[in-house]
């Protein structure tokens, strides 16, 4: 069974080349050229991914993403852009997308990042929905997340940086592994987009509290340990 991917593109030369590129290596298209009309298509049930621009008539492709993560959170999402700075980046990830390529761009790039979103949304299996470091408590199946019993909120993409960790507390993540493994990108050594989603999680889970948890090993990386945060 082909898998069948949403394309959200105004520009029909572009949406034909991304339409043909897909259907010849064996995926369904169904194109759209608004988010008003994506809305309507994304209801099909065999809609496995979603592929969308930022820019957009009407609604923008960043509003659009936001709707899709709370309404079907299971479905991923790559962003299509002209905008590749890190603060754009940033705003994508936070709206909930799960890998964002910038054009121009080659096709078999845009095919792995499917592929590899396609196996990753796959192969969830059922496990424990906890996962806990100190006095830090997330739950992947609730999106919830609490420190000392009280409540913090995350973006999508702050959530997903911070699952990762706990999944792999007894060591350092470095910022390839990080860019590889949540984002899946290859690391830009000209953007800090890592550093800046670790301080967005520093300020929520460790200013607030007496001590740290989120440390940083120059030259290597990060790592969850407890430390006095006077």
Partial sequence: MKHHILIVEDDLRISDILSRGLSENGFAVT?????????????????????????LPGEDGISF?????????????IMLTAL???????EGFDA???DYLVKP???????????????????????????SFADLELNWQ?????????NIDLTPREFQLLEYMLKHQDRVITRDEIAEKVWGLTFDTGTNFIDVYINYLRKKIDK??????????????FLLEVRDGK
């Fill in 31 to 55: 194109p759209a050229d608004s988010a008003e009309m994506a809305r309507e298509l994304v209801q099909d049930e065999s809609i496995a991914l979603v592929v969308t621009d930022i820019m």
């Fill in 65 to 77: 993403c936001q709707w899709l993560r709370k309404t079907y959170p299971n479905l991923p999402v």
């Fill in 84 to 90: 590749g700075t890190t603060d754009d980046k940033v």
């Fill in 96 to 98: 909930g997308a799960d």
């Fill in 105 to 131: 761009f080659e096709m078999r790039e845009l095919i792995a990042r499917i592929k590899r979103l396609l196996r990753q949304y796959g192969a969830k299996v059922k496990t424990s929905p906890v996962l």
């Fill in 142 to 150: 609730t999106k919830s997340l609490t420190r000392q019993g009280q």
């Fill in 208 to 221: 607030p509290f007496s001590s740290t948890l989120i440390q940083t090993k120059p030259g290597m990386g």
